[in-house]
């Protein structure tokens, strides 16, 4: 399982005051936090607190002087990507990396898959277009298809699509958590391999009481459909168990007695 | 119409750990020779997928008593040296080619000999005097007795990153503990389970022992008794290695030697048995075909007895190296 680690995002208020006023010393803690609880990569997001390069190059700098784990570029704009990704380059120093991510729209999705080739990154790419986002699996599939067709054709192999089904909150809409599931199983037959499957875990439990029960009850259904990426909140721990759990019952990892501990040394 | 085949090579994202073993004088040793094994990126002998940087490496066993009940097509070439671990071990290197050798305390088993630790120690210092190659040192598999022979053992070898055994599930601290005092390299054994491999490997590191300093024992069958079973615990062991388990990622080991000459179609005369042939050429192919079935499951290193074995081994081992060999 690919994880992913979603708390440097200005959308939380610690990070956005830290961005603000230009203080590492929050970031750089919830980056090391999130490294030491096993996360693959982080996630880079400015959120909505600036739009300025600069703060998003200083984001970045702050990450890759903390710790040595990759990270996924965060951001909906074109041009803030570009400056991400030349920040994360001259930062990263040769680390692998993810762009997060571009829509089915062409607008989007040719600049940002001709983006991912030249920085040698993985790409996100999110069901939706300018219609929106999608209220069924059909439209989900069908979306995730196009993404796929156009990455590959330019050239990005499968193990850099991450197909994000657009998962939705448990409470507002609860239909959608069962077309989620089914769209994963269908992303999953549509090479072979199959692309990543990526969700963005934490909107299930949006506004919810029960966060961490659904976060992780979802995430492990998710997995069976053939989810294998997810960004989320990599310090719940129950959370990281039951993934660890569910790759044995998978049969992608290995038992043993002191599995969790395993995963944990793994990761 | 021309068919393209698809490329269907396999390429795998983790390397299984390489083990070095023995340290010279600068390091603190006396070993005048070195041996490296593991840092596979593929399946054995797998040249067109990934590297295969360091050939599987061949031990040959060494008693600290002379055996009473190895058979005489083995026995006589040992007969002369087997009253001196040191003479024993320099004739498997000198004239048979052994890369290492492999110190079995049988003499202090408490069903034989029962001998002490004291008497362990010597035994080691013998064989470390008397050939420059590396050393593993096997206990006795008698959890107390090899408790209390090991921290001699440890201590009369250190400095010299020996591989000492084995520690199991429920008997790993001592030893561990030693490896780590004393700088050597630990096997952990598991009774033909590859879970339980996998939980030895997080028992020792949860100790603070490093991963790349465990040498895994899965057990070993001989050719007729389970060994198919073995294999396909190694080959499990080893794909789970590659898909990238830093608990199952180290090299194996493979005793050979002691489970084929303990099985009839070995350890049986033409007399016994006219119509299986001759013992000396049946002897020593059982041991080497049951060795070949083990370099294809992932065995790293070998322990051996025969030197016909050795030498058919150390061909087959060439050729399947091919211009992979160093």
């Keep these: ?267 | 119409m021309p068919v393209t085949l698809p490329d269907v090579k396999k390429t795998w994202p983790n390397a299984i750990n390489t083990v070095t073993l023995g340290a010279t004088r600068d390091e603190g040793g006396t070993r005048t020779k070195k041996v490296t094994v593991g840092g596979a990126t593929a399946l054995p002998f797998h040249h067109f997928e990934g590297a295969m940087p360091y050939p599987p490496a061949i031990a040959m066993e060494v008693w600290d008593v002379a055996p009473q009940d190895w058979p005489d097509v083995l026995a006589e070439h040992f007969r002369d040296v087997w009253h001196d671990p040191g003479l024993w071990a320099k004739k498997c290197v000198e004239q048979y080619g052994a890369d290492l050798i492999c110190l079995r305390l049988a003499g202090c088993d408490p069903v034989k000999e029962n001998r002490g630790p004291q008497e362990a120690a010597q035994a080691v210092k013998r064989v470390l005097e008397s050939v420059g190659v590396p050393l593993i040192v096997w206990g006795t598999g008698n959890d107390d007795k090899d408790n209390e022979i090991f921290p001699a053992v440890a201590e009369a070898a250190a400095g010299e990153n020996c591989l000492l055994g084995t520690i199991t599930e429920d008997n790993y601290k001592t030893l561990v503990a030693l490896c780590t005092a004393y700088k050597h390299k630990v096997i952990t054994e598991s009774p033909c389970d590859v879970n339980i491999a996998k939980q030895v490997n997080i028992l020792a590191t949860d100790m603070g022992f490093k991963p790349e300093d465990i040498v895994i024992y899965p057990t070993s069958a001989a050719l007729g008794y389970g060994l198919e079973y073995v294999y396909s615990v190694m080959e499990r062991a080893r794909l789970a290695a590659l898909r990238g388990d830093k608990m199952l990622s180290q090299p194996m080991i493979c005793d050979i030697g002691i489970e084929v000459w303990g099985v009839k179609e070995a350890k049986a005369s033409e007399r016994e048995l006219p119509e299986w042939g001759e013992q000396k050429e049946r002897g020593p192919l059982w041991e080497a075909t049951t060795a070949y079935v083990y370099l294809l499951a992932g065995a790293d290193i070998l322990v051996l007895r025969h030197p016909k074995a050795v030498a058919s081994v150390r061909e087959t081992i060439t050729q399947l190296m091919g211009d992979g060999l160093r």
Excluded at chain 1, 12 to 20: E, G, L, N, T, V
Excluded at chain 1, 250 to 258: A, C, G, H, V
Aim: charged content about 25%.
């Design chain 1, 1 to 267: 399982m690919i994880l992913i680690g979603e708390r440097i995002n200005g959308s939380f208020k610690d990070i956005a005051q830290a961005i603000k006023e230009r203080n590492k010393a929050p970031i750089q803690e919830w980056a090391r936090r999130q490294t030491e609880a096993g996360a693959d990569y982080l996630d880079v997001n400015l959120g909505a607190v600036s739009k300025s390069a600069d703060d998003f190059r200083w984001l970045i700098q702050t990450v890759c002087e903390a710790v040595p784990t990759p990270i996924s570029i965060d951001y909906n704009k074109l041009d803030l990507m570009k400056a991400g990704l030349e920040a994360y380059r001259e930062f990263g120093g040769g680390r692998p990396v993810i762009i997060n991510s571009t829509t089915a729209e062409d607008s989007k999705l040719i600049p940002l898959v001709e983006l991912a080739m030249q920085y040698n990154a993985g790409l996100i790419g999110v069901v939706m277009d300018e219609r929106g986002s999608p209220q069924d699996v059909d439209r989900r599939v069908e979306l995730g298809a196009k993404i796929f067709a156009v990455a590959s054709e330019a050239g990005l192999t499968p193990d850099r699509i991450y197909l994000d089904p657009i998962v939705m909150p448990l409470k507002f809409m609860q239909e959608q958590a069962k077309n989620v599931l089914e769209a994963i199983r269908q992303f999953a037959m549509i090479s072979d391999p199959p692309p990543h499957i990526s969700i963005g875990l934490s909107n299930i439990c949006s506004k919810a009481q029960e966060k961490s029960l659904i976060n992780r009850t979802f995430l492990v259904m998710a997995m069976a459909m053939g989810c294998d990426t997810a960004i989320c909140n990599v310090c719940d721990q129950e959370l990281m168990n039951a993934v660890a759990t569910a790759e044995l019952i998978l049969n992608k990892e290995i038992y043993s007695d002191s599995y969790l501990k395993a995963y944990r040394k793994k990761k």
